[in-house]
């Protein structure tokens, strides 16, 4: 089975707490993202990676971190620094286009 | 940084009309995209059309890069064409990939 794989589809946590979001990919592509939505808003990029062992931080990175140690896994964590976590998470691969996988919907309470 | 918008924020449409949406930009860009987010947040690439005129069944969209505007058709529109249209796109200059979306338009088609 091919694409895009988010884990888990929802997540609940206590404030305070870090989390760890999945992204896994088998079609291959050098380039992995990381955005989040808001309810009524469109996405904005947390992190980005181009390659294995580089990432760069998107305009709203404060309170996240990411690792790139395999091409196929971008894995991110909402620290307990990130003032509002409470969104929907939304991974991408690609280059000049861009492919979404299905979200991860964060709530801290 | 560059501002997309998008018109209108919110349309009704009988199944079976036809509409428009619209996307315009404050600065030049070398990329646009426009996606479909279904009822389940799944996010669904439509077209990539930094610029020029392409259809895929009743989809099509134009990019007129140097007026800065990009503009979704969706024709003979059915239920399932209902949720929410974003258009992103990158800055001119900027790095390709890191994408700007709008905030979209909430299309619901009634039966």
């Known amino acids: 089975d091919g694409g895009i794989t988010q884990s888990p589809k929802y997540l609940f946590r206590k404030e305070g707490q870090n989390v760890t979001l999945s992204c896994e990919q088998n079609?291959?592509?050098?380039?992995m993202y990381w955005y989040r939505q808001d309810p009524g808003q469109g996405l904005r990029l947390i992190y980005y990676?181009?390659?294995?062992?580089?990432?760069q931080k998107g305009d709203i990175a404060e309170g996240y971190s990411v690792s790139r140690e395999k091409k196929e896994s971008f894995p991110l964590t909402v620290t307990s620094a990130q003032k509002n976590p409470t969104a929907f998470y939304l991974c991408?691969?690609?280059?000049?286009?861009?492919?979404f996988g299905p979200g991860t919907r964060l709530t801290v309470t | 940084g560059i501002q997309v918008e998008q018109s209108p924020p919110d349309l009704i449409l009988q199944e079976g009309a036809n509409s428009t949406l619209r996307c315009n930009f404050s600065?030049?860009?070398?990329?646009l995209q426009w996606f479909h987010q279904n009822p389940w947040g799944q996010l669904i690439n439509l077209f990539y059309?930094?610029?020029g005129t392409k259809q895929n069944g009743r989809l099509s969209a134009t990019t007129v890069a140097t007026e800065r505007y990009s503009l979704l058709y969706i024709s003979s529109s059915q239920t399932t064409d209902s949720g929410v249209y974003f258009c992103?796109?990158?800055?001119?200059?900027?790095?390709?990939?890191?994408?700007?979306f709008g905030t979209g338009t909430l299309l619901a088609v009634q039966p």
């Open positions: 990676s181009q390659i294995v062992n580089d990432f």
């Open positions: 079609l291959n592509h050098d380039a």
């Open positions: 600065d030049s860009v070398n990329n």
């Open positions: 992103a796109v990158s800055h001119y200059g900027g790095a390709t990939n890191k994408l700007i």
């Open positions: 991408a691969v690609g280059g000049y286009e861009q492919y």
């Open positions: 059309i930094p610029s």
